[in-house]
């Protein structure tokens, strides 16, 4: 079964710099793209930024030059370092997996699939 743990948010003040992380587990061959998206109350789920498998990163305009996204394949790991922040920042932080591709097995057969998934959430509070 395929998870996915994000871990790192919290409450700081307006300046200040979080790192989130996000641990994908289960039988994972690889996964594709790596991505943070965030939702403020009210606010649609927006995306923060992205990481292809071989380390394209892609930002939304309004973090670029204060977040940076990056990733280690072996740990199917990605993290979000977040400076600069202030409370526009503030907003539930989610994780996603895009192109997932794991394998299951029931006894000696075993066989492969491919999904995009999601983590539960952290919050991250930025005060003024």
């Known amino acids: 079964q395929v998870q996915l743990v994000e871990s790192g948010g919290g409450s700081v003040q307006a300046g200040g710099s979080l790192r989130l992380s996000c641990a994908a587990s289960g039988r994972i061959t690889r996964i594709n793209v790596m991505a943070w998206y965030r939702q403020a109350p009210g606010n649609q789920r927006e995306l923060v930024a992205t990481?292809?498998?071989?380390?394209?990163?892609n930002y939304a305009d309004s973090v670029k030059g204060r977040f940076t996204i990056a990733r280690d394949n072996a740990k199917n790991t990605v993290y979000l370092q977040m400076n600069s922040l202030n409370p526009e920042d503030t907003a539930v932080y989610y994780c996603?997996?895009?192109?997932?591709?794991?394998?299951?097995?029931?006894?000696?057969?075993?066989?492969?699939?491919?999904?995009?998934?999601w983590g539960q959430g952290t919050q991250v509070t930025v005060s003024s």
């Open positions: 996603n997996a895009e192109g997932l591709v794991y394998y299951v097995c029931s006894g000696n057969v075993c066989a492969s699939g491919e999904g995009d998934y």
């Open positions: 990481i292809r498998s071989h380390g394209t990163t």
